[in-house]
């Protein structure tokens, strides 16, 4: 079973450029191609927040048409740059952006995994939280599910990156620890994703792996100097596969959404190395 997860397109109104230099929708379009082209084809898709830049209503309709292509299931986690009413205004027929609570926050069958998606936003900050109502609806989530292999998905990162302003935004300490003695006490939690950074970063959390993935354009410069400026490159784009067998538990793949050269083989028809 395949759980694809991408993050952080920042869609702009049509015919806008992030920064004045990224194309983002037209980066959102390629990704669904490459996408709808996998084979084996995944199951559903995760999206982990940053939908659009300023979060209006222009800028979800554009959205949901650049998404319409894509030829399987998908799931919006709210971000930092995200306005809930908004969203649930153009996706109401999303039911799982509508379950009446208060936050944005659901859970979901994909295959054999339960997908547990948080609400880390906080209205007007760039940097996450989560208070105990929403901590106290996750502890329930997975109380429910301790049969089922989990997924916890949310928009900011509960760990240090090293790159500092991404560090200054990141989901707050008080929270950080809190989240973690709740994942600590369930083991079947295979991993916990995220966006926000705009890089491919994986780290032990609370006894399980805690991991973020790129962006389908523009990447957060990777500069680990102390008080290094906020920056971003045009790097390759690239998302997560995660693979989940029984035997294997969730294994989690980095690829790029532009496709080299390739494939070419290793062995003559032989069967010898090609030398």
């Known amino acids: 079973m395949l759980l694809a997860q991408i993050s952080d397109l920042h869609i702009k109104r049509p015919g806008a450029l992030a920064y004045r230099r990224v194309d983002t929708a037209a980066a959102l379009t390629r990704t669904i191609e490459r996408l709808n082209a996998l084979t084996p084809r995944p199951e559903a898709v995760v ?22 292509p894509l030829a399987i299931p998908y799931y919006l986690l709210i971000g930092n740059h995200d306005e809930p009413e908004a969203l649930r205004e153009v996706f109401d027929d999303h039911a799982y952006l509508h379950t009446g609570e208060t936050f944005l926050q659901y859970a979901v069958d994909v295959g054999p995994l339960r997908l547990v998606a948080l609400d880390s ?16 609806w996750l502890e329930a989530q997975l109380e429910a599910a ?24 990141r989901l707050d300490a008080t929270s950080s620890t809190r989240l973690a003695d709740i994942i600590r006490r369930f083991d079947n939690i295979e991993r916990v ?26 990447q957060v410069a990777l ?19 995660h693979q989940y067998t029984r035997a294997a538990g969730l294994v989690s793949h980095h690829a790029y959404i532009d496709e080299g050269e390739g494939p070419y083989p290793f062995y003559e028809p032989s069967g010898k190395l090609i030398d």
């Open 47 to 68: 999206v982990t927040g940053d939908l659009v830049d300023l979060g209006t209503v222009e800028e979800y309709r554009h959205l949901r048409a650049l998404l319409a």
């Open 121 to 136: 936003r906080t209205p007007g900050a760039s940097a996450g939280m989560l208070d105990e109502t929403r901590l106290a």
């Open 146 to 169: 301790r049969a089922r292999p989990v997924v916890v998905a949310l928009h900011h990162p509960p760990f240090l990156s090293g790159i500092d302003h991404m560090d200054r935004q």
């Open 193 to 218: 994703i995220c966006g926000h950074v705009h890089r491919p970063i994986v780290t032990r959390f609370a006894g399980t792996i805690a991991m973020s993935v790129p962006a389908p354009a523009h």
């Open 223 to 241: 500069d680990l100097r102390e008080n290094a400026p906020s920056a971003f490159r045009l790097e390759p784009p690239a998302f997560a596969l």
